[in-house]
């Protein structure tokens, strides 16, 4: 039997094209990997408002500093920052929530910052058309903010082509 | 008195976890004096205003990057004394060179720990 995940809006069908240029593909997927970095900004945002407000619930945090200045709060949008302590009896839930989620942000903020740095590097290749050419590394690291992902991409080892004086590669 | 009570420092992050998680580390070490922009800009701005002891930027921001920062801090006569420490994902050579040329105190790889930052801040400023 098949069931339907009643979940989410009903989607129209999608005939899918039965092919498409590589080329085409590269700069959909350069577009595809900018979206995600996008929502993966809007989870920071998010992500962010809740570390504080769990830090705040458990008491963390103390006067406002400097005095006459308005725009300095973490993230400013979340709300100017309490200058009392936290009173409620979810005070020591809060607390102990913190750590937790400091170790999963550091994970969800590189994960952003790869996403980041993906969606640049596709985007460079999709800009470069049909070239067959080689890469520098400085314009691939130039794209990448995170050590980790610099290693993954620019680790396999490939050579390039030998190229002919106009640039265009030479097939043996 | 110790220095973490009287220390004034700037975070400057565009993402708000990353300054977030940087909030939590000062705070665990007993910093209490702690100013935040989400750009060098703004950043610049309100040093030039009023001077802190210590800034802890970004490297990788939209507009003005962490060293473009460091660079108007250290040409500017009310903030070129500012101690300054760069926090970057990608530590390569070639930014921690320039950042060295341009007067940078210490810089420190995302992600940190707490230890890792109160580490790399006493080296700075001292003992806290």
Not at chain 1, 62 to 75: L, N, S, V
Not at chain 2, 30 to 48: M, N, P, S, W, Y
Not at chain 2, 96 to 118: D, E
Request: aromatic residues 4%.
């Amino acid at each position: 039997m098949f069931v339907e995940d009643g979940a989410g809006p009903t989607e129209e069908p999608f005939d899918a094209p039965q092919e498409i240029a590589p080329a085409v593909l590269l700069a959909a997927c350069a577009a595809e990997a900018e979206r995600q970095a996008a929502d993966l900004r809007k989870l920071d945002a998010a992500l962010g408002a809740a570390l504080i407000a769990a830090r705040r619930q458990s008491g963390a945090g103390g006067g406002k500093w400097p005095p006459d200045w308005t725009a300095d709060e973490p993230g400013g949008e979340e709300g100017a920052k309490s200058s009392g302590r936290a009173t409620d009896g979810g005070a020591p839930e809060a607390a102990a929530l913190v750590p937790a989620l400091v170790a999963d942000l550091q994970l969800a903020d590189q994960i952003r910052q790869e996403a980041e740095g993906l969606a640049k590097v596709l985007a460079l290749l999709a800009g470069r058309g049909d070239s067959d050419g080689c890469l520098s590394a400085a314009q691939v690291r130039a794209c990448t903010p995170v050590s980790a992902l610099q290693r993954r991409l620019l680790a396999p080892v490939g050579t390039c082509p030998p190229q002919r004086r106009d640039g265009a590669a030479i097939i043996s | 008195m110790p220095l973490r009570n009287t220390l004034t420092l700037m975070v400057v992050d565009d993402m708000t976890v990353s300054r977030g998680l940087v909030e939590q580390a000062l705070e665990e070490m007993g910093i209490q004096k702690i100013a935040f922009e989400k750009d060098g800009a703004t950043a610049l701005r309100r040093l030039v205003a009023n001077p802190v002891h210590l800034v802890l930027s970004d490297y990788n921001m939209p507009g003005m990057d962490g060293l473009s920062l460091l660079e108007a801090l250290r040409l500017n006569t009310s903030t070129q004394r500012i101690g300054f420490i760069l926090m970057t994902g990608r530590p390569d050579r070639e930014i921690i060179s320039r950042g060295h040329k341009l007067g940078m105190n210490n810089f420190i790889s995302k992600p940190f720990t707490t230890l890792g930052l109160k580490s790399c801040i006493e080296k700075v400023v001292g003992a806290l």
